[in-house]
């Protein structure tokens, strides 16, 4: 596991799932990806976010073999730290994309659901086949996947445990956007590149106000907007921005981030 950025996307991070052939996400990968997502969220040079797991496979799922012989008094002690570290992308105070290509399964999936946007390879396979084990999904998947697509969608995908191609993804709204495999990553960098000169504290107040006002009746989510809409009078690209409007019309702001 990886937290790389390259000269030819300033401003973009990419968390690289690194665990050949699948990605099995074992404890240590957890762990890593935990660490990363931290690190995205503290370096002030990572303005947004990809989480990518190479051309072949975003993440086929957890380390069964790790869990196999694990006792209920086991799990019970590490299961809040497994959804934890597979939903640590969406901690993130910045815009994520997970670039998908390949399998996308069982935690593997779970890690791309705390993505703000998904890009898929038309040869992505999404699925949350935990059922088929004798579990449910216990990354964040049954929560993140209803508020995704609906809890009917999410609960046919939960008890079949079947795979969902990537046309039905991107119909069901699964996905976000469906390119060649060859172009996931490529797509997701411009994506996520279109953030590097933005006004970030902006992004981060918008983002929880979209994350914390679902969780909330709608009265008490326009509270959570009217305060962190206020709150963004006092940074400097507020400033910055709105003379840059008076003065010289939209979209030509350069921010500074505070």
Same mark, same amino acid.
């Given at each position: ?95 994520? +994309?997970?670039?998908? *290509? %390949? ?5 593997? @999936?779970?890690? #791309? $659901?705390? =993505? ?99 969780? +909330?009746?709608?009265? *008490? %989510? ?5 305060? @962190?809409?206020? #709150? $963004?009078? =006092? ?24």
């Amino acid at each position: 596991m990886t937290l790389e950025t390259s000269d030819d996307h300033p401003g973009v991070g990419t968390i690289l799932l690194n665990r050949p052939p699948m990605n099995a996400l074992n404890r240590q990968v957890q762990s890593e990806l935990a660490a990363a997502a931290a690190a995205a969220t503290d370096r002030d040079d990572i303005k947004a976010v990809v989480v990518y797991g190479g051309p072949k496979v975003l993440a086929a799922g957890a380390d069964i073999k790790e869990m196999n012989d694990m006792t209920y008094p086991e799990m019970a002690k590490v299961a809040g730290r497994l959804q934890s570290a597979l939903g640590s992308i969406s901690e993130i105070p910045k815009p994520t +994309v997970a670039a998908i *290509t %390949g399998y996308a399964l069982g935690g593997g @999936l779970e890690v #791309a $659901l705390g =993505a703000d946007r998904r890009i898929a390879g038309d040869n992505a396979k999404l699925g949350v086949p935990e059922v088929l084990l004798g579990v449910i999904p216990g990354g964040g998947g049954t929560q993140r996947l209803a508020r995704l697509v609906g809890p009917a969608k999410a609960k046919d995908m939960i008890f079949t445990g079947r795979f969902v191609g990537a046309d039905e993804a991107l119909r069901i709204g699964l996905v976000d956007e469906v390119v060649a495999p060859d172009e996931v990553y490529n797509v997701a960098l411009a994506w996520a590149g279109q953030f590097a000169n933005a006004a970030s504290v902006a992004l981060a107040a918008g983002k929880k106000a979209v994350d914390q006002g679902l969780g +909330v009746d709608l009265a *008490t %989510g326009l509270k959570i907007e009217e305060q @962190l809409f206020a #709150a $963004l009078f =006092a940074t400097e690209d507020r400033k910055i921005g709105m003379e840059s409007f008076v003065e010289n019309g939209p979209g030509k702001a350069r921010f500074t981030g505070k």
